[in-house]
Antibody, heavy 124, light 108 residues
Framework: QVQLQQSGPGLVKPSQTLSLTCAIS??????????WNWIRQSPSRGLEWLGR?????????DYAVSVKSRITINPDTSRNHFSLQLNSVTPEDTAVYYC??????????????WGQGTLVTVSS | DIQMTQSPSSLSASVGDRVTITCRAS??????LNWYQQKPGRAPMLLIY???SLQSGVPSRFSASESGTDFTLTISSLQPEDFATYYC??????????FGGGTKVEIK
């Protein structure tokens, strides 16, 4: 059974960097059939995909246009986890952040599992 | 981006009722449509993948279907543990997966 365990601070000051980590158990961050994603949820924006990292003979990243200039997602194969960094945060970045695996099988894909979620508040 | 429009945004129902939730895609997405259940304070949980395939462990009272760009989630007999918010999600336009706005199922 695959599980994702998130860690990181719940309060970040405006203009600073939001940093979260997602530890994977039961699968590998280097899996050839999964991508490792960050998704956030807020009342104003709903569920919003932020970006992903994945391995297909080499490492790739994709980011949402809305955050592309501020986001970095990195894998860590030694610890089997991946991380999110979002720079220059504003109160609009206040949300519950989830890490999630997207599995691709037989021409389709779905999100399973999700991390437990981290409420990140941007406030001074 | 592909827009996913869910309706209704909320509904009130009683235990034992049949409940239907609809999701419409702004363009063709094939069967790349998944449904999730989210309870307060919890992460979403996969119910249905590939438009109509029931995730392992999900009760058989949940079912789903598709017709073109319209997708439907049905709960045949609502149980107390089913009161939650339900989301559709398209996986056609990766990596930019997008979600519907959610349907909150409340107790009448």
């Amino acid at each position: 059974q695959v599980q994702l365990q998130q860690s990181g601070p719940g309060l970040v000051k405006p203009s600073q960097t939001l940093s979260l980590t997602c530890a994977i158990s039961g699968d590998s961050v280097s899996s050839n059939s999964a991508t490792w994603n960050w998704i956030r949820q807020s009342p104003s924006r709903g569920l919003e995909w932020l970006g992903r990292t994945y391995y297909r003979s080499k490492w790739y990243n994709d980011y949402a246009v809305s955050v592309k200039s501020r986001i970095t997602i990195n894998p860590d194969t030694s610890r089997n986890h991946f991380s999110l960094q979002l720079n220059s945060v504003t109160p609009e970045d206040t949300a519950v952040y989830y890490c999630a695996r997207i599995i691709s099988v037989a021409g389709t894909n779905w999100i399973d599992p999700w991390g437990q979620g981290t409420l990140v508040t941007v406030s001074s | 981006d592909i827009q996913m429009t869910q309706s209704p945004s909320s509904l009130s129902a009683s235990v034992g009722d049949r409940v239907t939730i609809t999701c419409r895609a702004s363009q063709s997405i094939g069967s790349y449509l998944n449904w999730y259940q989210q309870k307060p304070g919890r992460a979403p949980m996969l119910l249905i993948y590939a438009a109509s395939s029931l995730q392992s462990g999900v009760p058989s009272r949940f079912s789903a279907s598709e017709s073109g760009t319209d997708f439907t989630l049905t709960i045949s007999s609502l149980q107390p543990e089913d009161f939650a918010t339900y989301y559709c999600q398209q996986g056609y336009s990766t990596p930019q997966v997008t979600f519907g706005g959610g349907t909150k199922v409340e107790i009448k």
